[in-house]
């Protein structure tokens, strides 16, 4: 999966999303995720929804056709492209101020007598959503009609052309709840997909949750330094159990463009990286265009579409398209990270357990200066392999020499593969 994050509030109303989709069509994405659509509490919060059966106004247009049958044109035309819709499930809590509270406080969580607000804990410090009304999978008394309202969500999304899912913090619901929700699904639209938002998580919770039926879970790999050991100690504990989405920013991540002070091959590196390390790739809406404002649930608007002087759409493209022609790139496959003789450059291989093809990454972590790269012969890297292609987005080499010497520029990577080329596999 190759994801473009069509970020709604900054998007506009859906008659305008038209451009956003053939622009994602154009860099290589197979699909589009888009955060929730539906009618919201008081707070404005794209994730603090009212009512899971009616779509947020802000996003129709007056014209005679329902705002469902909106949603539905624009589907149409994204599958026109190419494009999986995929859209926010979110089911672990809702709006304060929905009337659900009043219909059925048994589905709640209870605090003092209250229905409880959820929270989390960051760097110390109990952070509450007072917007936001938890549901109560664990214990509920009317555990079976909460169970069919969550169903009933997902049906609803489905006659909208939705057919994927990003399960929004999905391990703070029971296992068996999700098990039994993507088997009925499934049932009735074989061709769903099931992604779960999992970040936080301990290692071992990311594998329970993933063995609950998920098609995918995403990963951490957006804070790795390229040295320490916990990423591939996470990626091989759970690639056996479900497939992994790296991302080199999201919508609730600062803009990696600002965070990189501007550093454009600051911002390559890590798409690159992102898409080449595991099976799937999502990348939000401006990080084509080097936007620095961060996307905001409330207060984004389409007027803070950035004008910017960046455009690495070209580039993305190509990563996207190496992802595409080789099996190596679109699963979890055997990857270790072997010893380099610049301790600034990374050596990354990779072997697909599904056919012969295999991958060499060499990567300089250095964003701001260049890095000698050595390797006696580059055929030493890689199983039973005879020859090596370089497919590398900037500059491919016809002829790879022995000794392999290279001065890669900041941020470079080298990305050299071996087996058989694919159509793409979508």
Aim: charged share 20%; aromatic share 12%; proline share 5%.
């Amino acid at each position: 999966m190759r994801i473009y994050n069509l970020f709604p509030l900054l998007a506009g109303p859906f008659k305008d999303w038209n451009t956003h989709l053939v622009s994602a069509a154009e860099m290589g994405f197979n699909w589009v995720f888009v955060n929730p659509i539906q009618k919201l509490g008081g707070s404005g919060s794209l994730y603090s929804i009212a009512d899971y059966f009616a779509i947020n106004p802000v996003f129709c247009t007056g014209e005679k056709t329902s705002a469902e049958d909106q949603v539905r044109a624009m589907v149409a035309e994204a599958e026109k492209l190419g494009l999986g819709m995929m859209i926010d499930l979110v089911i672990n809590h809702c709006a304060y101020d929905s009337d659900l509270l009043k219909k059925h406080p048994e589905w709640f969580v209870k605090e003092n007598g209250r229905i409880a607000n959820p929270f989390c804990m960051h760097e110390g410090q109990k952070v509450v959503w007072g917007d936001l009304a938890q549901f109560d999978h664990h214990h509920c008394s009317d555990a079976e009609g909460l169970y069919l309202y969550c169903r009933d969500i997902v049906g609803y999304l489905l006659t909208l052309g939705f057919k994927g899912f990003r399960c929004d913090a999905a391990y703070q619901i029971p296992s068996g709840f999700w098990n039994r929700l993507i088997k009925d699904v499934k049932q009735l639209q074989p061709d769903a997909v099931f992604v779960a938002e999992t970040l936080g998580c301990s290692p071992e919770q990311t594998r329970q949750t993933a063995q609950a039926g998920f098609d995918a879970v995403f990963n951490s790999s957006k804070w790795w330094d390229f040295d320490s050991p916990w990423l591939m100690e996470q990626y091989h504990l759970t690639r056996d159990a479900a497939p992994s989405i790296s991302f080199a920013e999201s919508h609730d991540t600062a803009r990696l463009f600002a965070e990189q002070h501007g550093n454009l091959d600051a911002v390559k590196q890590r798409y690159l990286f992102s898409a080449l390390f595991s099976t799937g790739v999502m990348m939000p809406m401006g990080f084509e265009f080097g936007f620095t404002k961060p996307l905001h649930v409330v207060n984004t608007k389409p007027k803070d579409w950035e004008q910017t002087d960046v455009d690495i759409t070209a580039f993305i493209r190509d990563v996207n398209l190496i992802k595409s022609h080789y099996r190596v790139f679109q699963e979890e496959s055997i990857t270790e990270i072997w010893n380099s003789s610049n301790p600034a450059v990374l050596v990354m291989w990779k072997a697909s357990v599904l056919d012969s093809s295999q991958a060499l990454i060499i990567l300089n972590k250095d964003v701001w200066n260049r890095q000698y790269c050595r390797i006696d012969n580059l055929l030493h890297y890689v199983q039973h392999a005879s020859a090596l292609v370089d497919v590398s987005p900037q500059w491919p080499m016809d002829f790879l020499p022995a000794p392999f010497e290279y001065e890669l520029l900041p941020g470079m990577a080298r990305i050299f593969v071996t087996g058989p080329k694919l159509v793409d596999l979508g």
